[in-house]
């Protein structure tokens, strides 16, 4: 067993472990390291400890928090069907949290100066990232650019302008050596590739499918605009499980493996 993924708290530590529990250590003095249990075959994917609070992403694409409420810190808002969180990060008094669709939502202070007010979208553009300081928030687009608000008492807010041909990149935290991502790659015209690898380019599994064993044609189309913004997708199966996860968990999984669960989702 080992150490997936840390996060260190104002004065708690947050550490996930490679059998998608999680542990922690620190001040718990609002039971911000009372980490709640899981139901049998669900485990965390992230974590991320603020102030006075721990916020934990499921594999189910659920989010749970525990320690202090105060100002609604902990209160995580509902998904819409067919919407999972993706990621999720813990500020001082407030939280961010990333959608399966490219939407953030926010809780907690929101402070006189809109800390937890998400800026709107432009079409075709998403978020890819959050980050939840002590009183302000920081996005990334797909577009490899970012946004700040919140406080911006010590120009936290006024970001850096990007020379031309440059963009921002997504915090390792968040695709961590030991974690597993996806990446979408043409490999012809009637085919792609999913390959599940760790952020130093490691590979863990390639799933090879032709456009007829999975209407590919979306998915071609969303890797296309992975591709041109450089960012990697995550995918959700039937289940509420990410692939990621299950490759993980099944070194030798194959795409009909893939098919096979979610034939046995829909009969349960």
């Not at 550490?15 to 003095?29: I, M, P, Y």
């Not at 399966?100 to 990232?129: F, H, K, M």
């Not at 002590?134 to 608000?149: N, P, Y």
Request: hydrophobic share 35%; proline share 4%; glycine share 10%.
């Amino acid at each position: 067993m080992s150490y997936t993924q840390v996060d260190a708290g104002v004065y708690h530590t947050v550490l996930l472990r490679s059998d998608g529990c999680a542990v922690a250590c620190g001040s718990n003095t609002s039971g911000q390291c009372n980490i709640p249990p899981v139901d049998e075959d669900i485990f965390y994917t992230q974590v991320s400890a603020g102030l006075g609070h721990t916020v934990l992403l499921r594999s189910d694409g659920r989010a749970v928090a525990c320690g202090s409420n105060a100002h609604g810190r902990c209160n995580i808002p509902p998904l819409d069907e067919g919407v999972s969180y993706m990621q999720v990060s813990a500020g001082n008094v407030h939280t961010l949290l990333l959608q399966s669709d490219g939407g953030a939502v926010a809780c907690g202070r929101n402070g006189s100066n809109g800390t937890c007010n998400i800026p709107p979208l432009d079409e075709g553009v998403w978020y890819t990232q959050v980050s939840a300081g002590v009183s302000h928030s920081l996005l990334l687009l797909c577009d490899g650019s970012a946004v700040a608000f919140g406080d911006n008492h010590f120009r936290e807010c006024n970001l850096p302008s990007l020379e031309p041909g440059t963009f921002y990149l997504s915090d390792t935290d968040m695709l961590s050596g030991r974690d597993r991502v996806l990446q979408l790659d043409l490999i012809s015209d009637d085919a792609i590739a999913v390959t599940c690898s760790d952020l130093a380019g490691e590979e863990v599994v390639c799933l090879n499918a032709g456009v007829s064993d999975l209407a590919w044609n979306n998915h071609k189309a969303i890797a296309r605009q992975l591709h041109e913004c450089l960012q990697n997708l995550r995918l959700v199966l039937p289940d509420g499980q990410l692939l990621a996860s299950v490759c993980r968990a099944n070194p030798g999984i194959t795409v009909a493996n893939v098919f096979e669960r979610r034939k046995r989702a829909r009969h349960t």
